[in-house]
């Protein structure tokens, strides 16, 4: 491998053909799981979103985004969080669609009423079978190390793909509300 080929140029250009080629996936495979995706943030009395180490990340990024939409968001773990209802949706993030944590958080929120969306390489996974709304992402999950998906490190691809659905989500309900960048900025944070 030449300097060329071990450099960070090199790897922007590896990293954004891949997540090129997974949006194209995701946008063209299953264009109706996006609606449902979207709908049921639309339709959520509040939106509370759940995912760990950077999946987890991520989701509080959209969070943050739909929280300038004016939605009523929480970030699951946080002191100020209430308990989720029969009108809320938990929005999730797993690449194996296994962790514990979110896996039994989900279950909660089913139990109480509460829609789960769910993004996860694992159509078939115990996350996914609880999901009202699902995006399947075609990237490696953090324990494939084949570079047969991807060339990145662990769930690199998976975790990249999280922020850009979560921007895309929100770029279309931002887009759909007809309101102004300007109308959203109050809520932009300004204690920081």
Same mark, same amino acid.
């Given at each position: 491998?030449?300097?060329?080929?071990?450099?960070?140029?090199?790897?922007?250009?590896?990293?954004?053909?891949?997540?090129?080629?997974?949006?194209?996936?995701?946008?063209?495979?299953?264009?109706?799981?996006?609606?449902?995706? &979207?709908?049921?943030? %639309?339709? $959520?009395?509040?939106?509370?979103?759940?995912? *760990?180490?950077? +999946?987890? @990340? /991520?989701?509080?990024?959209?969070?943050?985004?739909?929280?300038?939409?004016?939605?009523?968001?929480?970030?699951?773990?946080?002191?100020?969080?209430?308990?989720?209802?029969?009108?809320?949706?938990?929005?999730?993030?797993?690449?194996?669609?296994?962790?514990?944590?979110?896996?039994?958080?989900?279950? &909660?929120?089913?139990? %109480?009423? $509460?829609?789960?969306?769910?993004?996860?390489? *694992?159509?078939? +996974?115990? @996350? /996914?079978?609880?999901?009202?709304?699902?995006?399947?992402?075609?990237?490696?999950?953090?324990?494939?190390?084949?570079?047969?998906?991807?060339?990145?490190?662990?769930?690199?691809?998976?975790?990249?793909?999280?922020?850009?659905?979560?921007?895309?989500?929100?770029?279309?309900?931002?887009?759909?509300?007809?309101?102004?960048?300007?109308?959203?900025?109050?809520?932009?944070?300004?204690?920081?």
């Amino acid at each position: 491998m030449d300097i060329l080929e071990s450099g960070v140029g090199y790897a922007l250009m590896r990293i954004t053909q891949e997540l090129d080629d997974v949006a194209d996936q995701v946008a063209t495979n299953d264009p109706m799981a996006l609606a449902r995706f &979207s709908e049921q943030v %639309v339709e $959520a009395g509040r939106v509370f979103v759940l995912g *760990a180490g950077r +999946s987890g @990340l /991520a989701l509080q990024m959209t969070a943050m985004r739909l929280m300038h939409l004016g939605l009523d968001v929480h970030v699951v773990g946080e002191v100020t969080a209430p308990a989720i209802g029969a009108d809320d949706l938990l929005l999730t993030a797993s690449g194996s669609g296994t962790t514990e944590g979110i896996v039994r958080n989900a279950r &909660s929120a089913v139990s %109480v009423g $509460a829609r789960v969306a769910v993004i996860t390489t *694992a159509a078939q +996974s115990p @996350l /996914a079978a609880l999901a009202s709304a699902l995006i399947v992402v075609p990237a490696a999950g953090k324990l494939d190390r084949s570079e047969s998906a991807s060339n990145q490190y662990a769930g690199s691809l998976f975790e990249q793909s999280v922020v850009l659905i979560g921007d895309a989500l929100f770029h279309a309900l931002w887009k759909r509300s007809g309101r102004s960048a300007d109308e959203l900025w109050p809520r932009h944070a300004n204690l920081e």
